[in-house]
């Protein structure tokens, strides 16, 4: 397993993204669970990736890109979120690269996760992430 840094617009990465965030369990599982047209998207991640303190790391398992993890900094906080494909649930392959990715105690890391979404919530606390708060149906947890 590798995590790579995107730095720049890649077609092929940004395909990447578009298909694994509108699959159904990822949008249901977001905070944003509509469905993403690939202008808007195209537009997103252009901007995203632009931003000084945004990161976005693909997740590759066996030379196959499996999943991301993206960082954007708000204040104080840098507020992460994650995806995974399906097919490669229950490897740990996201606990270990959330592990790795939040592994600078100088920087504080916070993820909101949907109260029914039991496999991020394992995730983050697998990881090293507490539970700091609730709001609505949404947990927020956070790793310092």
């Known amino acids: 397993m590798d995590l790579k ?14 298909f694994l965030r509108n699959k159904n369990y990822v949008r249901i599982n977001s905070l944003n669970n509509n469905y993403i047209k690939i202008s808007s998207h195209e537009k997103w991640f252009k901007k995203f990736i632009n931003k000084k303190n945004n990161k976005i790391f693909i997740i590759n398992y066996n030379k196959l890109s499996t999943g991301y993890i993206r960082i954007e900094k708000k204040r104080v906080y840098h507020w992460i979120s994650w995806a995974l494909l399906s097919e490669f649930n229950n490897k740990k392959i996201m606990t270990k690269s959330l592990k790795k990715i939040t592994r600078n105690k100088k920087i504080k890391f916070k ?12 995730v983050a606390l697998n990881a090293g992430f507490n539970l700091r708060d609730k709001e609505k149906n949404n947990l927020i947890f956070q790793k310092n």
């Open 111 to 122: 993820a909101i996760i949907k109260y029914n979404n039991f496999a991020s919530k394992n």
């Open 5 to 18: 840094l995107i730095n720049n617009y890649e077609q092929k990465t940004s395909k990447f993204l578009f």
